[in-house]
């Protein structure tokens, strides 16, 4: 399946969807070769392969930041408690914006049993 066809995928965990869409919920720079991959391996690997290789593609959902409570600027890892700028707590935060559907394919990997891939 070429990326600019309709994508669309259904994720279980045994007889239960966990997921159906087309990956809209990620951002561009990162939905392009998930669908890629995705489309190439999801029905070639056993269920430890496909857990990995959708975490893989999802590692950058868990990214975390020092940001100010303040300015809400990202701080710089030099490991100071306080915002170089205005000098308000930092506090540790997600880089991207949580969504739900990503958050229940998170909590679900390693349960992963199939991906069902159609064109929408």
Known sequence: MRIDQPFFCRIYVSEDEIYSGDLGEMPRQFRDRTIRDITEWADRLGKSGLNELIYSHLSWYEERA???????????????????????????????????????????????SRVEISAA
């Open 66 to 112: 020092l940001y100010c409570e303040g300015c809400s600027k990202q701080a710089e890892g030099d490991g100071s408690l306080r915002c170089d700028v205005c000098g308000y707590k930092l506090k540790e935060c997600y880089v991207h914006d949580r969504d739900s559907k990503l958050d229940i394919i998170m909590t679900c990997i390693g349960m992963i």
